[in-house]
């Protein structure tokens, strides 16, 4: 037939029709291809016998068919396997909880565990609210930090932030009484979620203890961070408010000091800025204010630590 003759031909013998028209198929040609192709394509979307399940043949375990919703083996969900991504491709309804109301491709195992870690979650970040609600309520209320021969620490560790902070202050008043000028105070900020970092968990009491100076003698505290970022945060949520100056280390080097500053307050300065710390050192001793750091942790790679600040 034509299709045979066609098909059986070579280069060589093609290429005597270049430049001529070809014939045009016979009825029925293309018709006949089309249904080949057909036939070809419903053939590749059928199953494979070794995947589809056959009775008698080797059957997927229910562990890896997906967890059970209303009875039923669910179809696996390809996400992935943190919380994170749970949350983004679970249903959500108001008020619900996305981990609760997704099955699909989770053990009951799992979605309790992910369950208990939320709940840890909501529960730490209840205890952060209330941290800075008692912040709130103790900066509002300096005044009884005010020291006086009524005022006693509490022996041992301090059970409570306002504790924390009449300790605090009656160290640091004996301190500069004695002549030290330079000094550091340290809280244990290790409770709670340890996704935030120290100077995120210093901000509540650093607040507190500093509105204690100012009720103390040091009307004019300027408090330093870090960074940039850190200083605008606690301008805009809270320094400014409480009458604090607020500064940060920057690429310049060290903040500036102003004339009326009483106190220079640190927040949890790093091993990055140690050199920017012993300017400010420096700078402060030649104003005589007194350099109070706050959590800090301070040491090199090469070993220099607070001692060289003098």
């Known amino acids: ?10 280069i060589t013998d093609l290429k005597q029709f270049e430049g001529k028209k070809l014939p045009m198929p016979e009825m029925g040609e293309l018709e006949g291809l089309m249904a080949k192709a057909e036939a070809f394509k419903a053939q590749q979307q059928q199953p494979s016998p070794s995947t589809s399940p056959a009775a008698g043949g080797p059957q997927i375990p229910a562990n890896l068919r997906g967890a059970k ?25 108001p008020g619900d909880s996305k981990a609760g109301n997704t099955q699909e491709g989770w053990t009951e195992d799992q979605l ?11 529960q730490q970040l209840a205890e952060r609210q209330q941290l800075d609600a008692d912040a ?12 006086g021969p009524n005022m006693t620490p509490e022996k041992g560790i301090p059970s409570s932030m306002e504790s924390a902070v009449v300790q605090a202050l009656l160290s640091s008043v004996a301190v500069m009484q004695r002549g030290c000028g330079r000094f550091r105070v340290d809280v244990d900020t290790t409770e709670g ?32 961070f870090p960074d940039v970022g850190a200083s605008a945060l606690a301008a805009r949520d809270w320094a400014k408010d409480d009458g604090f100056t607020v500064a940060a280390f920057d690429r310049m080097g060290a903040p ?17 800025e140690i050199e920017n ?30 001692g060289a600040l003098g």
């Open 1 to 10: 037939t034509t299709g045979e003759f066609k098909s059986n031909m070579g």
């Open 69 to 93: 919703s209303k009875g039923q083996n669910s179809p696996q969900r390809l996400v992935g396997g943190d919380a994170g991504s749970l949350r983004q491709a679970a249903p959500f309804q």
């Open 112 to 122: 309790a565990d992910i369950l208990e870690e939320e709940a840890k979650w909501k």
């Open 136 to 147: 709130n309520a103790l900066a509002e209320d300096a005044a009884r930090f005010k020291i």
């Open 193 to 224: 979620d340890e996704t935030y970092t120290t100077l995120k968990n210093s901000i509540p009491f650093t607040r507190v203890y500093c509105k204690g100076l100012m009720v103390n003698g040091f009307a004019s505290v300027r408090i330093v």
């Open 256 to 272: 500036a000091l102003g004339e009326a500053d009483d106190a220079v307050v640190v927040v949890a300065p790093a091993a990055s």
């Open 277 to 306: 710390l012993r300017k400010l050192a420096d700078a402060c001793a030649e104003q005589g204010l007194p350099l109070i750091l706050i959590n800090p942790s301070v040491k090199s790679p090469g070993g220099e630590n607070l």
